[in-house]
């Protein structure tokens, strides 16, 4: 498909994806209703990763070190990564499974790649 044809296309798609006034009542939909606001979005956006910080960071704070703190992060860490896959599979009407599984890789994935960069640089490691 030529770069005009995708243009074209990608606009009658999206041209189809629109409400109209009547569509709008029909599903309840109050287009002068307030969906939202800026500082709501940035204080529950701050409260989630927050939150998703804290996870790795809880086995050191309640005592744990070296390789036992490692394990019981990583184990937090797994179990979170796999409960929100699972959400946002059911959320999207997708897999549960393959989308917490695919979270997990995804996450464990980051955390080796941060892990082997702070090797190559020189940080220490367990």
């Not at 109209?20 to 956006?45: F, K, L, M």
């Not at 989630?48 to 390789?67: R, T």
């Amino acid at each position: 498909m030529s770069e005009a044809e995708a243009t074209a296309h990608a606009a009658q798609v999206l041209s189809t994806l629109r409400l109209d006034e009547d569509d709008a009542a029909a599903v309840g939909v109050d287009e002068n209703e307030a969906v939202g606001s800026p500082w709501r979005a940035a204080i529950s956006s701050f409260l989630f990763f927050g939150s998703g910080a804290l996870i790795p960071v809880l086995p050191y704070l309640l005592g744990a070190s070296d390789v036992a703190a490692v394990v019981i992060a990583a184990a937090a860490v797994g179990v979170a990564l796999l409960a929100t896959g699972a959400v946002v599979g059911i959320l999207s009407g997708a897999s549960p499974l393959k989308r917490a599984l695919r979270q997990l890789a995804i996450g464990f994935g980051a955390a080796l790649v941060t892990y082997l960069l702070g090797l190559l640089f020189g940080a220490a490691g367990i």
